[in-house]
C-alpha cells in the first residue's frame, strides 16, 4: 500500500524489552506503522501482543528500547501523556461512564468552559461534529452511554480518540462482542480513518478480519517478533504455521482439505479461516 511505501512510520518501537518478576516476556521487539495503513498484530496466547499494546500506550514502562512518534524520540510515563500527543488504544474493556453522556464522556476531564462554567451547547457540538466525521447520524451527543449498544459504545471511545487529534489508534479485539453487521459498520470506519491518515494498530484472533482490513501483520510468539510481511504476501496456512509452529491442516484436516490455504481477496477465503484464539 502506499502508505507503507513512500511515508516514514509515524510510530515505531525498536528494541523493546520487558520483564516481569525476572521473567522477561518482550525480547528486543520492533513494530511500526505508517500514516493510513492498518497494521495487524497477531499470535497466541502469551505472544505479548497485549504487554506491547500497553507500552506503547503509555500503561507500561519499557524495560529497554525506543519509541518513536512522528520522528522524535518518546517516553509517555502515563496514558494521558501518550493520548494527548496523539495516540490513543481502545482496549477490549471499554473506559465509559454508563450513566454520563456521550459527549461528557468523550470530554471527560477536558470539558469546554465558559466563564468558569462547563460548556455543554460548545461539548455537544464538537462531539457532534466528530460524529459527522466518522459518517455516524444515529448517535445523539446527548445520550446515555449505558442505553447503547456494544457497537456504539465502542464508536464512543473512537469519537473519544479522535477527540485527542489522533494519529495512532491501537483496537484491542475490537469485534469480540460485535455482529456481523457491527463488524461491518467498524470495517466503514477504519478505512474512514485511514483515508484520513490516521495509523491503526488492529490486534484480533479472528484471521478472516486479519486479511480483510490489514495491510501489513506482524506475528510475535513467546515474545519474540517472528515477522512482518505485507498481508498479500501471507496464506492463512503460513500465518498460523508461525504463530503456532504447525500448519492449520493439523488443526482442521477437513475444513481445509489438504488444499493451500487461500489469499487475500479469495472468495473462499472465509470458509477455509478460523476463529483462532490469540
Known amino acids: 500500500m502506499t502508505a507503507t511505501t513512500t511515508t516514514q512510520p509515524v510510530l515505531a518501537v525498536a528494541g523493546i524489552r520487558k520483564s ?13 506503522v505508517h500514516p493510513g495503513e492498518v497494521h495487524g498484530l497477531v499470535g497466541e496466547n502469551g505472544a505479548g501482543k497485549s504487554t506491547l499494546m500497553k507500552i506503547i500506550a503509555g500503561v507500561q514502562p519499557a524495560d529497554e528500547g525506543v519509541i518513536s512518534y512522528r520522528g522524535e524520540e518518546v517516553h509517555h510515563a502515563h496514558p494521558r501523556q501518550a493520548m ?58 446527548q445520550a446515555r452511554v449505558g442505553s447503547l449498544t456494544v457497537a456504539e459504545q465502542q464508536i464512543v471511545e473512537i469519537v473519544k480518540a479522535l477527540s485527542f487529534d489522533a494519529r495512532v489508534i491501537s483496537m484491542d479485539e475490537p469485534t469480540a462482542a460485535l455482529s456481523d453487521r457491527e463488524v461491518e459498520l467498524l470495517y466503514a470506519i477504519i478505512r474512514r480513518l485511514t483515508s484520513r491518515g490516521v495509523a491503526v494498530i488492529y490486534v484480533s484472533h479472528r484471521l478472516k478480519e486479519i486479511f480483510d482490513l490489514c495491510d501489513r501483520i506482524t506475528i510475535l510468539k513467546d515474545g519474540a517478533l517472528v515477522s512482518t510481511d505485507d498481508t498479500r504476501a501471507l496464506t492463512t496456512d503460513e500465518l498460523v504455521r508461525r504463530m503456532v509452529g504447525r500448519s492449520i491442516q493439523s488443526y482442521f484436516p477437513d475444513a481445509v482439505g489438504g488444499r493451500r490455504s487461500e489469499r487475500r481477496g479469495s472468495s473462499s477465503k472465509a470458509a477455509a479461516t478460523p476463529t483462532w484464539t490469540t
Do not use: C, K, W
Open 84 to 141: 494527548d500527543a496523539g495516540i490513543v488504544t481502545v482496549f477490549q474493556e471499554f473506559t465509559l461512564l454508563p450513566e454520563r453522556t456521550v459527549a461528557q464522556n468523550v470530554y471527560l476531564g477536558r470539558e469546554p468552559r465558559r466563564r468558569g462554567f462547563v460548556d455543554q451547547r460548545a461539548m455537544n457540538t464538537r462531539t457532534a461534529e466528530l460524529l459527522d466525521d466518522l459518517g455516524v447520524s444515529f448517535i445523539e451527543p
Open 20 to 32: 516481569f518478576f525476572g521473567v522477561e516476556v518482550l525480547h528486543g521487539v520492533d513494530f511500526d
